[in-house]
């Protein structure tokens, strides 16, 4: 398996509440991702980095926003959680882009309540 | 927008038994087209990569085929096991389109 974690792997919180899910991979990879998934929808991309401090919008970004300070972290953070943003959060990686294959993480199941 | 489509949703098979699943995409202009197997409360493991200009991809007992002027690509798997029940997605990336764009799954059950 590619060496990425997902923190925390499960998490239940309030809505208005601040939330930060944090995705680790040991393998120096220059893409990263992140996605969510809902029944009915599949996968659907978040935000996605090409680099250090390099970010840009997916497809459903609305109520997200990202961070990369390092090559090795990506954090995604939702500044006030809603109750739509209750899902399953996987991060990815690839070396080379959008072209190439990429790897996933265990995934994050959060809970807004 | 790509919409990707899997059918049908869910499929039981007796263990050994050869099988396809089907993948259908609305937007023939993509770059390469990726086969992900999930397991229940995990990520997805990627299984193969089809690239626009090839036709198929092999890989042990799968073969995954790609039809691109009519938008659809299949995943044939050989003497089907008892492990290999998971859910099987499909995804596309888009020419000039910075998202994958997935299907929502076939969910497939071997019966041993």
């Known amino acids: 398996d590619a060496g990425i974690t997902q923190s925390p792997r499960h998490k239940v919180t309030e809505t208005g509440t601040p939330v930060t899910l944090r995705c680790h991979q040991t393998e120096n990879h220059r893409y990263m991702y992140w996605y969510r998934q809902d029944p009915g929808h599949g996968l659907r991309l978040i935000h996605y980095?090409?680099?250090?401090?390099?970010?840009d919008k997916g497809e459903v970004s609305d109520g997200y926003s990202v961070s990369r300070s390092k090559t090795e972290d990506f954090l995604l953070t939702l500044e006030s959680a809603t109750s739509s943003q209750t899902s399953v959060y996987f991060c990815a990686i690839s070396d080379r882009g959008w072209g190439y294959e990429q790897y996933f993480g265990p995934g994050t199941r959060l809970t807004v309540t | 927008k790509q919409e990707v489509t899997q059918i049908p949703a869910a499929l039981s098979v007796p263990e050994g038994e050869n099988l396809v699943l089907n993948c259908s995409f609305t937007?023939?202009?993509?770059?390469?087209l990726q086969w992900f197997r999930q397991d229940p409360g995990k990520g997805l493991t990627s299984l193969l990569l089809?690239?626009?200009?090839?036709r198929e991809q092999t890989s042990g007992r799968l073969n995954a085929s790609l039809d691109k002027s009519s938008g659809r690509s299949t995943l044939y798997i050989a003497a089907s096991q008892p492990g290999d029940s998971a859910t099987y997605l499909c995804a596309v990336t888009k020419t000039g389109a910075n998202n994958l764009f997935f299907g929502t799954g076939t969910r497939l059950t071997v019966i041993p």
């Open positions: 089809i690239q626009s200009s090839q």
């Open positions: 937007d023939s202009a993509i770059y390469n």
């Open positions: 980095s090409y680099g250090v401090k390099d970010t």
